[in-house]
């Protein structure tokens, strides 16, 4: 699978994400740490799509200067005794950052949706559709880890597995388009709504646990042939919404970074000027109906043909991994 990069802004609408919303909502509940869900039964052939761990050997390592050195004129000096390569500035040029990386496995059920009656801040209750997508990641302990060679030579080797933590961002963004060409700017962020959980765990789960972000975010995966089961959930969707991505962040420790030319000068703070972005999982869906009569039935997986080019894709396309 190709990476990508994407480094767009996302401007979610509404209140904070869904550790400000639980909190906010007085809705946090102590789960034991190391939890795993019991499997809910099996599941008819094509229901639960699985998109296996993402390892690349180059996500060991990041080369970059350090600039909060570099940028100080008054470590700059000729030696006339060593090459300038072993001075201070000169080994600040292209320093190699070495790590572990691992990912976890994640599958999916339908997108589908639910109505339920949401309380308000005013304490009156309102009816509202909420769009959902139950999951399952599990840690397969498939990791990637940088070992010394001859020299300064390293390989990326298989590593040994270990208990992880996955802390869900969950964004649902509209791929549609203007008459002009440009991308409609709206992205969602995952909720926690107990409400919706609670109907959500009785039609989906068969009684099973089901994690909210929160919950899910307590957890220390272990290495396992089991997994746990969690749910993400958006309101407010635009209805007019025909082509949407969902990305997972969260699933893999994999990094880059970006400095920002003349953002930083002798002096500044460690950081300054700087940019991360952080692997991954994008998921794509269309949905052919329209506003007026909103269904589940109606949302697929996948790019629809044609369509490609509103999710910067390539035909076929139904997953990626990127950078964002």
Known sequence: MAHFWQSTEIKA????????????????????????SPP???????VVTTIAPDLAPEETVNTHDLIELRIDPAIRWDPELLPASRTLFGMAEGVKFRREVWCLEFSFKPMRMVEVDVPQPTGKMQRKLIWYLVYHVRN??????????????YTAEAGEGKPVRFIPHFVLRS???????????????DRVIPVAVDVIRRREMRGQPL???????????PVSDRGVWGVAAWEDIDPRIDFFSIFVGGLSNAYLWEDTLG?????????????????????????????LLESEREIRYGVPVGKAGLYDVADGVAYRWVYR
């Open 263 to 291: 953002a930083v000068a002798a002096g500044d703070p460690p950081g300054k000027g700087r940019r991360f972005y952080r692997k991954t999982l994008e998921l794509n869906f269309w949905r052919p109906g329209d506003e």
């Open 175 to 189: 791929q549609d388009r203007e008459p002009s060409g440009a991308r409609v700017d709206k992205a969602y962020l």
């Open 40 to 46: 809910p039964g099996p599941f008819a052939p094509g």
């Open 140 to 153: 397969t302990g498939k990791t990637l880890t940088p070992v010394k060679q001859t020299g300064d030579a």
């Open 13 to 36: 609408r509404g209140r904070p994400g869904a550790l400000a919303a639980a909190i906010l909502l007085g809705s946090f509940v102590s789960i034991s740490p190391a939890q795993e």
């Open 211 to 221: 994690l909210n972000s929160v919950e899910m975010a307590e957890q220390l995966i």
